[in-house]
């Protein structure tokens, strides 16, 4: 039997909730399970206040549109991340400045960024690659004194943390001004395609609602806080219909049940590989003193691409799918005549030499000790 790469997991009660929301009447967004969604995820998150919105892509579009990204603006972020991350501010016509990664990780080099900040400078994106935290420590640090915007990407972090010097513990996702989830198929938290946004400024929540509700104050209608609802701003449809909400919630009332395994499959996937990350062969995750793990994802980082493509073969030919990850997003085909040349040696590492093991709720202990064993067999 095939081991898959992602097979999404489904908690058994979606079904059930989509027949409750039809039987509502109202599907449109907006509804009851949108609502028992947004409690849930400002509990989990511990930020004020949460919006539902169609994807992770659509939550970073409303994050440019609020900080208002014009014409060159610039936006500093990795260049091993997903499309979307820069796709939401060229939209508004900001000019992407990428980071490298980091040596010991595929996420942003955090001491680069200050060197990259010019007086255009709008806002810093933090992506935290396979849910695990940047240094927000440093980079909120370096926000804050040039008075430029925070935005998480935290499509990847549900559930992780970021511990501050100062021991306090905060989770990913309420430290940035504003911040996005995704409930994409592939995350630890589902319903096909959705994200959330989070915002963590206040003064950011009533132009959020408008621009999530097509640029109308309708949210505030429903509300009874205006006697009609107009056009006020600009904005486009954002919010999800009460279907992907009410799958959406049976999935984050099992949140912990869901973490609990996935956390035990990332552990039997580090002990089992254990003495070949001791040979130094290939590379572990790597997770660092101030960030946890939310097992959103097991990669190992291969010597050469060489290696790893001879290793993805190796596993395809055992019935394993393991797969590679982002191309650096400085060297693709649509952004390399825009990119200002500067070498960005480590995302290419990572583009090259990083490869995605099987991660999903249906593995079986069986099934994860033969994918050890078949990587050991790779390396003997
Ligand atoms: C998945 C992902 C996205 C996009 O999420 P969607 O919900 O599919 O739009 C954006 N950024 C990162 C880092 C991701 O992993």
Not at 51 to 60: E, G, H, K, V
Not at 179 to 187: D, V, W, Y
Not at 270 to 293: C, D, M, Q, S, W
Request: with cysteine; hydrophobic share 40%; glycine share 6%.
């Amino acid at each position: 039997m095939e081991i898959q790469f992602n097979k999404p997991y489904l908690t058994g009660k979606e079904t059930d909730y989509l027949q409750e929301a039809v039987a509502t009447g109202k599907i449109s967004g907006n509804g009851m399970f949108t609502k028992k969604c947004q409690s849930i995820l400002e509990n989990i998150t511990e930020t004020p206040k949460v919006l539902l919105t169609t994807s992770c892509t659509d939550a970073l579009e409303m994050c440019a549109i609020l900080m208002d990204i014009q014409e060159g603006d610039e936006v500093i972020m990795p260049s091993f991340t997903f499309v979307s991350t820069a796709n939401a501010f060229i939209l508004r016509g900001a000019k992407i400045v990428f980071v490298d990664s980091r040596a010991d990780h595929p996420g942003m080099d955090e001491e680069k960024v200050d060197e990259l900040i010019t007086g255009k400078t709008k806002a810093i994106v933090a992506v935290h690659y396979a849910g695990v935290a940047c240094d927000m420590e440093k980079l909120r640090s370096i926000a804050d004194r040039h008075n430029i915007f925070l935005v998480e990407d935290a499509a990847q972090a549900i559930q992780s943390k970021f511990k501050w010097l100062d021991g306090t513990v905060e989770n990913l996702g309420s430290i940035g001004d504003l911040s996005a989830l995704s409930f994409h198929e592939t995350k630890n938290i589902q319903c096909g395609e959705g994200g959330a946004l989070l915002i963590n400024k206040t003064e950011f929540e009533k132009r959020a609602e408008i621009i999530w509700e097509k640029g109308t104050n309708r949210t505030a209608f429903w509300r009874g806080e205006v006697d009609k609802y107009g056009w006020v701003d600009i904005g486009s449809s954002f919010l999800p219909s009460e279907l992907s909400a009410a799958f959406l919630y049976s999935q984050l009332e099992n949140v912990e049940s869901i973490q609990k395994r996935r956390l035990e499959i990332w552990e039997q996937y580090h002990l089992g590989l254990k003495p070949l990350f001791e040979t130094e062969k290939v590379r572990p995750p790597f997770i660092p003193t101030y960030a946890t793990n939310n097992a959103h994802m097991f990669y190992l980082v291969c010597a050469s691409e060489e290696e790893r493509m001879s290793l993805i073969t190796h596993l395809k030919t055992v019935d394993i799918s393991a797969v590679f990850h982002y191309q650096s997003l400085h060297a693709s085909s649509y952004f390399e005549n825009k990119h200002d040349g500067r070498p960005l040696p480590w995302a290419d590492t990572y583009s090259s030499c990083l490869v995605r093991l099987p991660f999903h709720l249906h593995l079986t202990n069986d099934e994860v000790d033969r994918i050890v064993d078949s990587i050991n067999t790779f390396y003997d």
